[in-house]
């Protein structure tokens, strides 16, 4: 396994993320057990020594059944990784109850990595309102307390709601979390977190290197160009290999679900692998060409913006429209910004007048693409 330094200690670069267990009969809140712990042993003598679970993941079971899992190793000799689930606003203001429960469920005194869990728009208010609610002030006291040793957040919102919690938090978080891939290296900009994250000296752990599936379900012409350059690579040890070899990378978390994964997995882990730059140019053409085959080519320029009559952000309605298009199997990121908008400013705002296509240098028929995202939102 390899290894990388953070802070005095030595993390595993692959981090096993319990999100996605082997479940019985379909039901994602039953866990198989046996089948589960399995892969905790494998991963645990194998050289894994980041786990990472969370309050919502399997209801709940997850923090019990990954516990259990590892009770039967020294506690000093791996580190558990959990969060506060603030992407629920109700539980703000609950923050002292759900981390004891934690602690309880988990059957540990202490969690190794604690993470606010997915700072993003619907949120980030909550998160900074530390007068009202305390959130992060409770969590800096379990830091000083020991029952928390290293404190970080995960995110899946936009560049600037992210600088916001940098911003007021930066200085007592010493790591990210960050969606991170070669199509969302431009996709969902992740390259401007990864940037301002090794600017301020942040560790960076890695959520979704895979997108969920999408970057192992490749056609042969998408294909084509990476196997011209390293013939024997599939498609998993080409989205691993990227991550890898970006800036500030840390501990890069897959939730496998089933021992083949796991296993393979592993094996890609077990030793080193450099991308060169003519790789690396052919994987971010290669994100670009997903990215843009699912919604509307927007580059942002805010041409639009200035001739709307209803004042829409249409460049940011955009970027969650083609987001939304291209995870339909974990579509809460669109739903969850909107949440954070008034409905004056939703896509269902649009009056469709057109003026908006008239300066586009795309050629986007914006008010079609805005009618349909208000479709598939329900509005």
């Known amino acids: 396994m390899q290894y990388y330094e953070f802070k005095d200690i030595k993390l595993s670069a692959l981090g096993f993320g319990a999100m ?17 712990t399995a892969m905790v042993d494998y991963a645990y003598e194998h050289g894994i020594n980041y786990f990472d679970t969370a309050w919502g993941y399997h209801g709940g079971n997850s923090e019990r059944i990954l516990g259990r899992a590892l009770a039967r190793y020294p506690r000093e000799s791996f ?11 109700s539980n703000f ?6 981390f004891a429960e934690q602690l309880k469920r988990c059957g540990v005194d202490h969690f190794d990595f604690y993470l606010m869990h997915d700072v993003c728009e619907l949120n980030i208010e909550q998160y900074l309102d530390d007068a009202k609610y305390g959130t992060l002030s409770f969590f800096v006291e379990q830091v000083r307390a020991g029952r928390i040793k290293h404190l970080g957040f995960s995110t899946h919102g936009n560049y600037e709601t992210f600088m916001r919690f940098l911003e007021a938090y930066g200085d007592v978080v010493e790591f990210c979390q960050i969606q991170l891939n070669y199509m969302d290296w431009e996709f969902q ?5 990864v940037e301002e994250l090794c600017r301020r000296g942040l560790a960076i752990m890695v959520m979704e290197p895979l997108r969920g599936g999408i970057l192992v379900s490749l056609g042969d012409d998408d294909l084509r160009p990476l196997r ?22 840390g501990t890069v978390l897959s939730g496998m679900s089933n021992m083949e994964q796991l296993r393979e997995n592993v094996a890609l882990f077990e030793r080193d692998d450099t991308l060169t730059a003519e790789e690396r140019d052919a994987l971010l053409a290669l994100g670009r060409k997903l990215a843009s085959a699912k919604g509307v080519p927007c580059t942002a320029c805010h041409y639009c913006v200035s001739h709307c009559p209803m004042d829409l952000d249409i460049p940011r309605l955009l970027e969650l429209y083609n987001e939304h298009l291209s995870r339909p199997d974990f579509a809460f990121i669109a739903p969850m910004a909107l949440g954070a908008m008034p409905p004056e400013k939703h896509p269902s705002a649009c009056i469709a007048c057109g003026a908006c296509t008239q300066v586009c240098p795309q050629q986007i028929d914006i008010p079609e693409a805005l009618a349909d995202f208000a479709r598939l939102m329900g509005e």
């Open 20 to 36: 996605r267990l082997p479940v019985i009969d379909g039901d994602d809140n039953r866990i198989e057990e046996t089948e589960a």
């Open 79 to 89: 580190y558990l990784a959990d969060k506060f689930p603030g992407y629920d606003v």
């Open 93 to 98: 203001g609950n923050h002292e109850q759900i």
């Open 189 to 193: 900009n992740a390259r401007a977190k």
């Open 228 to 249: 011209a350059l390293r013939p024997d690579a599939n498609v998993i040890e080409w989205a691993f290999s990227f991550v890898r070899n970006a800036q500030g990378v």
